[in-house]
């Protein structure tokens, strides 16, 4: 726990934690000091001037709160007329040479300029004179889309290139009302994390090419999510929405602060991976390429199982925890191998120092724990031997990898249960389409071991079967999430004391010592 | 030379090449070495404290105290940066300093390094001072071959470098910190405050920077003491000036005079009194950012920090400028706003936007476009955007449009085309 102090804000005394700026401090505990340049995670530039607060005595009485340190006795002043005025003023300044073109804006609806318009300004305009001309629509690479003459010239997307990405694509250009955000000639946004300087901007200057005029943001439902694109978990916002007559769709995925976890920030391919949510999806049972119902399809993987003298169970690294469980116990009623061969889900090399991982699955610790056997010689021997597959979302052949395994999957009988149509789905005797992780909730444990649960997004109108639900209907003990846990708890001692319901939002780190793993 | 006018910064700007260094030194250049290494630096910086000598750039800072505002043993490099960038409209004055006596800075930058302990120095001069940059340099460069810079400053085991920056054209690099921005190479543009650069300044480390008149003073100082520097001047405005009168004068030109004469007296005996016979409108006293002295308020005013002050504006950079009856003070007042919107650095919301602003209403005025109502916004606009910002750029614009606002509104309403309308229209605050 940080050390607190007191301070006044409007006469009123108030905790806050020590060591923060007076925006941060106070905005802890509710109170919002308005600005536009200044975000935790660059740091105060003090150029908006949107955040001059009094401080009643101070030396200094009028400073900048996201410059400020909060003090032991500070009286800060909000509520008086001469900082309300001040607020005012700012944003009258700030609006004079916008272009106020918020119904064709994409950043209407969570707009700073908007917001701050109706909480401080909300005066009629006062500019009879021409506004000043920039450039609008410019293609910053990465698909950023700049558009000068909305920007507010607050430098967090040039500070975030110069100080996360370390790449400096961004900068300002030219002086007094001319300034302005700029490339350098043919030196585009180049770098993995460029999508975030929309996320940044606090105005409808950078915008996303794949977003832009898709959706209004006031329509969308904006929920909590876990990225699945690779180990690393990071938290974002599934934004999606069901259009009258048209099915729930997701328009895009946001950054979702965690300090645990990702920070502020997500990279563009996860970004981008929401498409993949949408598209290319199994969307009906088949026996032997002819539509089924799904108790058919569940029917025929039942005879399967019944018939086969040696069945395996592929796991996927990308279930939940339950999921995993489910599958496992469900290999064990059946007498089948349980896998959770996944090789295909690493890109070797492509990881960084930052958010982004060479395993592009989001829960491959969750097989550890689990201990489901992963190795490639085991799930090889174990694939010779047997004479049934029943692949339960893990896509063997992600990546365009294992092309070798193909010949020796066409003299078994695969059944794969998928939530997308892919190489495994066409090999299928049986395929049967399941949920994705938007419209499923569960827990997942990422690279670093820290355990992170969610809940579902999306609901499809036609909602696929959850992979629990058919370890149920295959006759399973496991059939929620909440009959998964007693089994984990007593199996794997790191889970011992875990109440799903009790996760903190930002995860909780478990203890990944070798100790720490099932016994037997 | 009038009997006003006493040579002390200026003792050799009439002698010919005294810009080089043996002509300089047989004018005592560099004498005061041999006492200044005999002292103690603390010594030093008591003596320059006594003298009363004040920041020349235009704040009129005490330089002893500001460089007492030095951390001791950070255990960083203390550096020195020499403010070279006199770009405010109406001031010419380092300039002199620059070509005509350059050997005096050096000597000054010798004592104040001595003083507060630094090696490393930095002029920052205006780009646009080619010939002076070249005079400069090439003092500098003879002063090394001398011994005066470098390893061993005059013989003793002390070390100073001197680096020549030129500024590339932005009258925003004179602001201290946006000038230590400019010296690391980076944007123009000013730092927050604090921290203050003596404890925070060049490359994070602690710097002083001063004028090049402050740094030139030193060696009368030094010469000479304390006492013989504030026998000049007034009690709190010690020591002579170097003042630049311009405008409608019959003889504009560079003077050095003591501080607290009569501003009057010298237009009048020195400068020749306004020029053609004409009748005096208003002054500008210390270049074109100091609020505008009316005809009448000029007989009262003095030439030092505070008597300015008393008549409401500010000391500023000694760049005087006599404006007579025939000045249409709307047109000053848009070549003003021109001038700071043009070198307003785009950082703060309210210097960026607001300037701009500010300059397009008054043109519009100009064209015959503007109302009463325009003028009152002109006139709250000063009030908005002032003191709003990082630093005082935009008060250096909004302070003296105010005063032209308030001492001559006849002559703007004179170009409102409502003005023959009673009450001026007033734009009412819609709220919910």
């Given amino acids: 726990m940080a050390d607190m102090l007191k301070l006044f804000v409007n006469g009123e005394e108030v905790e806050v934690e020590s060591g923060k700026n007076l925006i941060d401090a106070i905005g802890a505990v509710g109170i919002e000091i308005p600005h536009l340049c200044y975000h935790p995670a660059l740091g105060a530039d003090g150029n908006c001037r949107m955040c001059l607060v009094g401080i009643e005595d101070g030396r200094p009485p009028l400073v900048p709160a996201c410059k400020t340190p909060a003090m032991e006795g500070m009286r800060v002043q909000l509520d008086t007329e001469k900082i309300k005025k001040i607020q005012r003023d700012i944003m009258e300044l700030e609006l004079i040479n916008h272009p106020v073109d918020c119904p064709i804006c994409d950043q209407a609806g969570e707009c700073k300029l908007q917001d701050y318009y109706m909480e401080h300004d909300l005066q009629e305009s006062r500019m009879r004179v021409p506004q000043v001309k920039k450039s609008k629509n410019l293609d910053f690479g990465c698909g950023v889309v700049h558009d000068q003459e909305r920007c507010v010239l607050c430098g967090r997307c040039v500070r975030f290139t110069r100080q996360i990405t370390g790449t400096g694509e961004l900068g300002i250009v030219n002086r007094t009302d001319t300034a302005r955000v700029n490339i350098f000639p043919g030196r585009p946004l180049d770098n993995r994390y460029a999508l975030n300087v929309v996320d940044l901007c606090p105005v409808g200057a950078m915008t996303s090419k794949d977003f832009r005029f898709k959706q209004r943001v006031w329509f969308m439902q904006k929920d909590e999510g876990i990225c699945h694109g690779c180990a690393k978990g990071c938290n974002i916002y599934i934004d999606h929405n069901r259009e009258k007559y048209k099915d729930d769709v997701i328009y895009r995925y946001r950054a979702r602060h965690n300090d645990l976890v990702n920070g502020y920030f997500i990279c563009d391919e996860g970004r981008m991976t929401y498409k993949n949510e949408n598209d290319n999806r199994l969307t009906e049972a088949a026996v032997n390429g002819l539509q089924v119902s799904l108790a058919e399809a569940v029917h025929a993987i039942q005879q399967a199982l019944t018939e086969a003298a040696k069945p395996m169970m592929l796991v996927s690294p990308n279930s939940t925890l339950e999921q995993q469980w489910a599958v496992k116990r469900l290999a064990t009623l059946f007498g089948a191998t349980c896998s959770g061969y996944s090789d295909a889900y690493i890109r070797e090399g492509d990881g960084d120092d930052y958010l982004i991982r060479d395993d592009k699955s989001a829960n491959r610790k969750g097989l550890e724990l689990l201990e489901v056997d992963s190795d490639k010689a085991g799930f090889e021997a174990a694939l010779a031997d047997c004479d049934l597959v029943i692949s339960f979302d893990n896509d063997l052949f992600r990546f365009e990898s294992n092309d070798e395994l193909k010949p020796v999957l066409a003299a078994k009988k695969v059944i794969a249960i998928s939530s997308h149509t892919n190489q495994l789905t066409d090999l299928g005797t049986v395929v049967l389409p399941v949920a994705s992780y938007s419209e499923y909730g569960g827990c997942i444990v990422n690279e670093d071991g820290i355990l992170q649960s969610f809940s579902p997004a999306v609901r499809k109108n036609e909602a696929p079967v959850d992979v629990l639900e058919v370890t149920r209907m295959l006759g399973g003990a496991v059939g929620d999430s909440v009959q998964a846990w007693p089994g984990m708890r007593t199996t794997v001692p790191v889970l011992a004391d875990v109440q799903p319901d009790l996760i903190p939002a930002e995860g909780l780190q478990l203890s990944m010592s070798e100790e720490g793993h099932v016994s037997a | ?432």
């Fill in chain 2, 1 to 432: 030379m009038h009997e006003m006018e006493v040579k002390i910064l200026s003792e050799k700007f009439d002698i010919e090449n005294a810009h080089l260094l043996e002509v300089a030194k047989d004018h005592g250049a560099y004498s005061t070495l041999e006492k200044l290494f005999s002292m103690a630096p603390g010594d030093v910086t008591e003596e320059v404290k006594k003298s009363g000598l004040r920041g020349r750039g235009g704040a009129g800072f005490p330089a002893g105290v500001k460089w007492g505002f030095l951390p001791k043993d950070t255990g960083k490099p203390t550096y020195l940066a020499v403010n070279s960038d006199e770009s405010e409209p109406a001031t010419f004055k380092d300039r002199y300093i620059l070509v005509r006596d350059p050997h005096m800075l050096i000597e000054g930058i010798i004592i104040c390094c001595w003083a507060i302990g630094c090696h490393d120095v930095y002029i920052y001069i205006r780009g646009e001072y080619t010939s002076q940059v070249k005079v400069l340099q090439a003092a500098i460069d003879e002063a090394y071959a001398a011994g005066y810079l470098g390893e061993k400053v005059a013989g003793q085991d002390f070390r100073i470098d001197v680096t020549v920056h030129r500024g590339a054209g932005a009258y925003v690099c004179g602001e201290e910190t946006a000038l230590l921005e400019s010296i690391e190479g980076k944007k123009g543009q000013p730092r927050s405050k604090p921290p203050f650069p003596a404890v925070e300044g060049l490359y994070g480390c602690p710097t002083i920077i001063n004028n090049v008149q402050t740094i030139a003073s030193l060696p009368f100082i030094m010469k000479n003491g304390a006492q013989a520097y504030s026998a000049y001047g007034t009690e709190k405005s010690s020591g002579t000036h170097l003042f630049g009168i311009s405008g409608h004068v019959e003889k504009p030109g560079m003077y050095e005079l003591p501080l607290g004469l009569p501003l009057m007296d010298v237009l009048e005996q020195v400068a020749g009194g306004v020029w053609k016979g004409r009748k005096l409108k208003g002054v500008i006293p210390g270049g074109s950012s100091t609020p505008v002295l009316t005809a009448e308020e000029a007989k009262t005013v003095m030439l030092d920090y505070e008597s300015m002050a008393e008549h409401g504006t500010m000391f500023g950079s000694g760049g005087i400028v006599v404006l007579d009856e025939t000045v249409d003070v709307v047109k000053l007042v848009e070549n003003l706003i021109y001038f700071y919107h043009h070198e307003s650095c785009g950082q703060c919301t309210p210097c960026r936007e607001g300037l701009g602003w500010m300059k397009k209403i008054t043109r519009k005025l100009l064209a015959g476009e503007g109302t009463m109502a325009d003028i009152d916004l002109l006139r709250e606009l000063c009030d908005n955007i002032e003191m709003k910002t990082v630093c005082v750029l935009s008060a250096a614009c909004t302070m003296p449009v105010r005063s032209y606002l308030d001492k001559f509104r006849h002559e703007f309403e004179a170009y409102a085309k409502d003005r023959a309308n009673s009450a001026p229209e007033k734009v009412e605050l819609q709220r919910n």
